[in-house]
Nanobody, 115 residues
Framework: QVQLVESGGGLVQPGGSLRLSCAAS????????MGWYRQAPGKQRELVAI???????NYADSVKGRFAISGDNAKNTVYLRMNSLKPEDTAVYYC?????????WGPGTQVTVSA
């Protein structure tokens, strides 16, 4: 089984920055994609950013130029660097991973952007 755990959420002022982390553990096989989704109250869950096994990245139009998805040297870990945060970025952010065996979700981390 695979577990995903997000961290790094919190309260930040408009214009500020946060970095979210997602670490996968357990029986992780070949990772096909990892991504971040978010859901604000009363709204649908939406894609924020994804990165493929080959390193290609895609972003929602609303976050292009402000957010960056990446990995580092840690095994099976993905990050979302969020700059120039806006109140409309307030949401629960969920990590998603698809590997060779299945699709997995983290429990989410709250991001609140407020003065």
């Amino acid at each position: 089984q695979v577990q995903l755990v997000e961290s790094g959420g919190g309260l930040v002022q408009p214009g500020g920055s946060l970095r979210l982390s997602c670490a996968a553990s357990g029986s992780v096989s070949t990772i096909l994609t990892m991504g971040w989704y978010r859901q604000a109250p009363g709204k649908q869950r939406e894609l924020v950013a994804i990165v493929t096994r080959g390193g290609a990245t895609n972003y929602a139009d609303s976050v292009k130029g402000r957010f960056a998805i990446s990995g580092d040297n840690a095994k099976n870990t993905v990050y979302l660097r969020m700059n120039s945060l806006k109140p409309e970025d307030t949401a629960v952010y969920y990590c998603n991973m698809r590997d060779f065996n299945g699709l997995f979700w983290g429990p989410g981390t709250q991001v609140t952007v407020s003065a």
